[in-house]
């Protein structure tokens, strides 16, 4: 692992799960860093669709790809990862990403919400193959509070642990409200 921030941490599940040919759903582009990512494990023959709703997000991710040779395969859309369901057919998809907050270096007022979250990690189980994993990242406090934070971890717990495993992991001794990974495996 090359160092302990949370997309490294679960980037090292994440390749675990993810092979050649493989068809992964990064649920909030961003900056287009774990875009990138998936599309190096997926490779020439795999496909990487990268959501967003802000503009500056699909710009980013898009001139990321653009940077590392990987536009044939990343698909940055510019829509809500609410309609994830209409770019992926059921049980197809090997590993889809979420990272919950605001993007990194723009506007803070925009931000991810429980509902919409919610609803599209909802749409995303049933987009996942068995097999599959889900990696949430979860950041709370400072601009973004807590609402969605709490109401992703009270949402986790109705799971059925017959066919989900969830893994939560802990910054725990880190200061000041710390991100949480989290991993679901569809079983």
């Not at 044939?72 to 057919?89: E, K, W």
């Not at 197809?92 to 990690?121: E, R």
């Not at 995303?124 to 969605?148: A, N, R, V, W």
Request: hydrophobic share 40%.
């Amino acid at each position: 692992m090359k160092n302990y921030q949370i997309t490294e941490w679960c980037h090292h599940f994440i390749e675990e799960h993810v092979a050649p040919g493989d068809l992964c759903i990064d649920a909030t582009a961003g900056n287009g860093y774990d875009t990138a990512f998936l599309c190096h494990l997926v490779g020439d023959r795999g496909r990487v669709l990268a959501f967003d709703i802000q503009q500056a997000a699909i710009d980013a991710t898009c001139r990321r790809l653009f940077e590392n040779s990987l536009s044939h395969i990343g698909c940055p859309i510019l829509d809500s990862h609410v309609h994830m369901n209409l770019y992926a057919d059921p049980e197809s998809v090997s590993c889809i990403v979420f990272n919950f907050g605001y993007l990194p270096c723009g506007d803070h007022a925009l931000s991810t919400k429980a509902d919409t979250s919610i609803q599209a990690m909802e749409t995303g189980l049933s987009l996942l193959k068995k097999g599959g994993l889900m990696s949430l990242c979860i950041y709370s406090g400072g601009d973004s509070g807590f609402e969605e934070r709490d109401a992703i971890l009270s949402w986790l717990k109705t799971l059925d642990s017959r066919r989900y495993m969830v893994v939560l992991s802990s910054y725990y001794n880190r200061p000041n409200d710390p991100p949480i990974p989290v991993l679901i495996l569809k079983l």
